[in-house]
DNA sequence: AATTAAAATATTGTCAACAATATTCGATGA
DNA sequence: TCATCGAATATTGTTGACAATATTTTAATT
């Protein structure tokens, strides 16, 4: 056994597989805007591959809820309307409620340690910028993160790392929300805590104040952003 | 504008989605059981169609989580360990609490009257048959259905309608739970009373409950099942 | 006899052509 | 000029063949 000495795990992804992350990347990137077409034809031309990975893709891509396909006319890259948005953080706040509650039982101390050296590594930049930017919000994501796999939940984890998470940053790219950082900092360490002290209702609790008053703040810059 | 008088509305079904329902459906009721393999050129003959469609199929039901895919190897349908039992009813929980809450302010008074209209068909049929069998279960998922269809959040429709819920009833299908007719009826009664109410801060907590306690009864029939 | 290696087989992944449907463009009429 | 109808075009849905990979069978060696 072991019979190979290939470091190269021959992971040879299927054309399928590869050309997903792609176009997942431009949908979020904006290179696919929202709302545009997705032509079987003119992406198979520009990838150079043949239409049946490409549509095995744009399958997947439906599934995520990335884009609404109709029959015998086509796929669209989802528009997010301000109602679509709302409704997505609601799942949000339900699910990471949940997998904040199911973490606190099933974090090791080792995923608490890390956890704590990623918040202080935070505490530490807001303080260095004096509170500007947080790491483009990717520090955030983290903390979310770690605590979603935390959760142990394989549906779960898939349901949002691998689905609504990519809508949400959809949302994200176009508009430059503020995200205040001190705030959002104290509501970790908090969150934290309870993760700390094994007390999940209390994680879920303070998660989904978390994540609602996020989406409130969404709500808001886009009531600006519209009366400008 | 309104061109045609065609009642047949032109729903030419594609093959795919038509191999789509085929499959949920034989999956559903055991005849594809869990863990078997699903072997594209034996499907192929068996429905007389080409690998294409079939494969947009499977790939629709990889997305529903009724089957699992691996490169190269082929597409399983699932096996529901009791932890991936417990994970889905985590979910569900934390879903149909959420659909709950938003129902408690999005429903209109018709709706409500007609929900109270099935709940008291509940309570005579209950009452009739002497808390034996509750509708085959069936009514209590109509419960359920209306108050997610009544939440007005169509990715949480989506979510728990077109794919959790075949998950449970892949289960439902070998198991059959008791599901104590009483009990469920008055929590029913319980969140409607909620609901007519607008207090979807209520109506949310009495659904978890309500799940959990089912999610509970579930695991405790299985511990049942392996000790005899 | 058991284990490994190699060939044969079967299955999945991909491609290119064809069929069915939708969209676009232009012609015709009022 | 505008609306409506129809032909032309383009796109999606489907098929069958081929390539790449996995599985099974067979053969050979210890």
Redesign the interface.
């Known amino acids: 056994m072991m019979p190979m000495t290939s470091i190269e795990p021959t992971i040879r992804?299927?054309q399928a597989?590869e050309v997903t992350e792609v176009l997942v990347q431009d949908i979020i990137s904006g290179q696919l805007p929202e709302g545009s077409r997705i032509s079987e034809p003119e992406l198979s031309r520009r990838y150079g591959i043949g239409r049946?990975p490409l549509?095995?893709a744009i399958?997947?891509l439906?599934?995520m809820?990335l884009v609404v396909r109709a029959?015998?006319v086509g796929a669209r890259v989802v528009t997010l309307t301000r109602q679509?948005l709302s409704?997505?953080f609601?799942?949000r706040?339900?699910?990471e409620?949940?997998a904040a509650r199911?973490a606190a039982r099933n974090m090791t101390n080792e995923d608490l340690i890390d956890l704590g050296q990623l918040i202080e590594s935070h505490a530490r930049y807001v303080d260095e910028h004096n509170g500007e930017a947080y790491m483009d919000q990717e520090g955030d994501y983290d903390f979310h993160y770690r605590i979603i796999k935390a959760s142990g939940?394989?549906?779960?984890i898939r349901?949002l790392c691998d689905e609504l998470y990519h809508l949400v940053r959809i949302y994200r790219r176009s508009s430059n929300s503020a995200a205040r950082p001190e705030q959002a900092l104290t509501e970790h360490q908090m969150i934290y805590k309870a993760l700390k002290d094994r007390d999940g209702e209390l994680a879920e609790i303070l998660m989904r104040r978390h994540i609602a008053r996020a989406c409130r703040e969404i709500e808001a810059a886009i009531e600006q952003q519209q009366n400008e």
Chains 1, 2 share one sequence.
């Open positions: 992804l299927t597989s049946g549509r095995e399958l997947r439906e599934g809820g029959p015998h679509e409704e997505i609601a799942i706040e339900a699910l409620g949940i199911e939940n394989k549906r779960l349901a």
